[in-house]
């Protein structure tokens, strides 16, 4: 699973996520991709998923370029307790995803191969996606 080493602060407050990725929006490593098409956060668990479902179908063959990373806390308060009392303790990790943001991309397989690998790994994810091809240039 994914986590950052070491980070500043335990809690960090939610925020909100608006407007359109503007880094990690462009294919940077792979030829094909999956993009981000909504608002949402994906957690350690799910990205890890995605990564083993496109890795089993492409059989070890080519290179994943994974393009997010959760770096912020989520907590959670125990099941069946009051309201009020604080924070609850850090659960997990998310990474907070735009739209327009890539977030898998595999390198080195071809294109029919890669792109259902690709459909295999968006089924895990909780956010709508969309498979890109990098232009030819």
Excluded: C
């Excluded at 993009?35 to 957690?43: F, Q, V």
């Excluded at 995605?50 to 070890?60: G, L, P, S, V």
């Excluded at 977030?103 to 397989?109: P, T």
């Amino acid at each position: 699973m994914l986590a950052p080493k070491k980070v500043k602060f335990r809690k960090r407050q939610k925020g909100r996520l608006k407007g359109k990725a503007l880094r990690g929006s462009t294919i940077a490593f792979g030829d094909i991709a999956i993009k981000a098409l909504e608002h949402g956060k994906l957690s350690s668990n799910q990205i890890e998923a995605a990564r083993i479902a496109i890795m089993r179908h492409i059989k070890r063959g080519g290179q994943v370029f994974i393009r997010v990373f959760p770096d912020m806390p989520i907590t959670a308060k125990p099941a069946e307790v009051r309201q009020g009392k604080g924070k609850g303790a850090p659960v997990g990790w998310v990474a907070p995803i735009k739209p327009g943001r890539i977030l898998y991309e595999v390198k080195g397989v071809d294109l029919a191969l890669a792109k259902e690998a690709l459909t295999r790994a968006s089924h895990k994810l909780s956010v709508k996606t969309q498979i890109v091809v990098k232009e030819a240039l």
